[in-house]
């Protein structure tokens, strides 16, 4: 097999020196020292019969001098017989038919600038790089490659005659035009996601996942690896299994340096709980990428001309109250609260009942920490163990509501929480206990979206009546 790909690769390379050396003795018949110019990546092609529809190609998109330009690129070369396939299954009948603009993405999809990638080093290897084609919002299109078993792009090229080299860069034949990649076509290509292909096609038949992520877009997928599902107790039903996937996808293409630029936060998920509500996902990237305290990102930014996909090494169930209170560090005084009060006679499991995705649903007013170290502050307390179990049950209770209340569905007047009556005020965005101390709703964390209920953080603690 090796003997074959050297033969095939011997007529290319014969062409090109003895073009080179033609040339170099046009030009210098009174010196025959001087060495042969070796041929840019254009002139290669130009010098090379079965690549005559790419010249034509790069012709027509205005890349000639992109192309022969000085600095190293890698350049994914296809034939005329994948050009003419391509151009079939497109259902154009010439060349000359496909718009300049899109041409010219597709070329550029086929060149990996910056360094000359070697068939060497891709032997044995699988993972991403970057082409020059435009993905959205000003990044750069991957591509993934595949060098366990020959060498093979986006699962659809693979290199039919290998490095061959040029004055700019190092040029790879290949068998198949690679098209712009959809966030499909990098979880069909790449093997660790094959048990993510199962969940999005077999074991959810009912939902047409494939047309939608093939769709417009953008999206950003959090595509968790093979082993990822493995460490799953068991693969739930299609309907969960339905909601599940839909838990990994967030409208829009956020890449990882819009993440950590955010630092952390919570966005929207296509998955839908109470009242059709979006679920919400909670994104931490001051240490790595975190997503609802439960998956890491493994490989960032994945870039198709739909979206982005990160990989992740868990699969993000569907969060419950008690899921976005662990997560969230400013709310771990609440976390401890609820546990607290389990440890008396409490009305209710707390840390069981915001933990169960059958249960409610209801609304949590979420006091961060500062909003706990103060009331413990205006209370003369030390610590929340100064109060009793029973206390911090009755404070925990005006902080219920037994209803899913999203902020657009917040009253101006009586709010009925577990405890007792509260006041809203749904312009201001404002609860007043019984006490007249005012709590502000952090316009920024309302709607946190959880199966079982919706959280809106607050920043004073509310107490029962006091006198």
């Known amino acids: 097999m090796k003997t074959l790909k050297i033969m095939k690769k011997l007529p290319l390379l ?8 033609s040339c170099s003795n046009d030009d210098d018949n009174n010196n025959p020292m001087v060495e042969p110019q070796e041929l840019n990546i254009v002139e290669t092609a130009q010098a090379t019969a079965d690549l005559s529809i790419l010249v034509d190609a790069v012709v027509q998109a205005g890349l000639v001098d992109a192309l022969t330009a000085t600095g190293n690129k890698t350049v994914l070369a296809p034939t005329n017989a994948a050009f003419t396939t391509y151009l079939a299954d497109k259902g154009f009948n010439s060349l000359s038919e496909v718009p300049n603009d899109v041409l010219t993405q597709i070329l550029l999809n086929h060149v990996i600038a910056g360094s000359n990638i070697t068939s060497s080093e891709l032997a044995g290897t699988a993972g991403y790089t970057s082409t020059l084609a435009d993905g959205p919002n000003s990044t750069k299109m991957s591509i993934y490659y595949n060098g366990t078993s020959g060498v093979i792009f986006n699962g659809v090229a693979s290199v039919a005659i290998p490095d061959v080299e040029t004055s700019n860069g190092i040029v790879h034949v290949i068998d198949a035009v690679i098209d712009l990649p959809s966030i499909v076509t990098f979880a069909t290509a790449d093997p660790n996601f094959s048990t993510l292909v199962s969940a999005l096609t077999e074991l959810t038949p009912s939902t047409d996942f494939v047309s939608v992520l093939q769709g417009e877009g953008p999206f950003t997928v959090l595509a968790p690896v093979n082993d990822a599902f493995a460490e799953l107790p068991a693969i739930p039903g299609e309907d969960d299994l339905t909601q599940i996937l839909l838990n990994h996808v967030v409208g829009g293409a956020i890449s990882s340096t819009d993440l950590v630029g955010l630092g952390s936060g919570y966005a929207n998920t296509l998955a839908t709980g109470p009242g059709d509500n979006y679920l919400s996902l909670y994104f931490d990237a001051t240490d790595g990428v975190s997503f609802n305290g439960a998956a890491n990102v493994a490989v960032a930014d994945v870039v198709a001309i739909n979206g982005i996909i990160h990989a992740i090494d868990g699969v993000i169930t569907l969060p419950t109250i008690a899921t976005f209170a662990t997560a969230n560090p400013a709310l771990s005084i609440l976390v401890d609260a609820l546990a607290y009060a389990d440890t008396g ?37 030390t ?48 609860l007043t206990d019984p006490n007249d101390r005012v709590s502000n709703i952090v316009t920024s964390l309302v709607d946190i979206q959880g199966i079982n209920g919706v959280v809106h953080v607050i920043d004073k603690v509310i107490l029962f009546p006091l006198n």
């Open 14 to 21: 014969l062409a090109v020196v003895l073009l080179s050396f």
């Open 345 to 381: 006679t409490p009305t209710v499991p707390y840390i069981e009942t915001v933990s169960d995705a059958t249960a409610g649903p209801f609304t949590v007013f979420a006091p961060t920490n500062d909003a706990f170290v103060d009331v413990l502050g205006e209370l003369n307390l």
């Open 383 to 430: 610590a929340l163990t100064d109060l009793t179990t029973d206390q911090v049950d009755t404070v925990l209770l005006y902080h219920i509501v037994g209803a899913n209340v999203q902020s657009s569905g917040l009253p101006n007047g009586t709010v009925a929480a577990l405890g007792g009556n509260l006041t809203a005020d749904n312009t201001a965005f404002t």
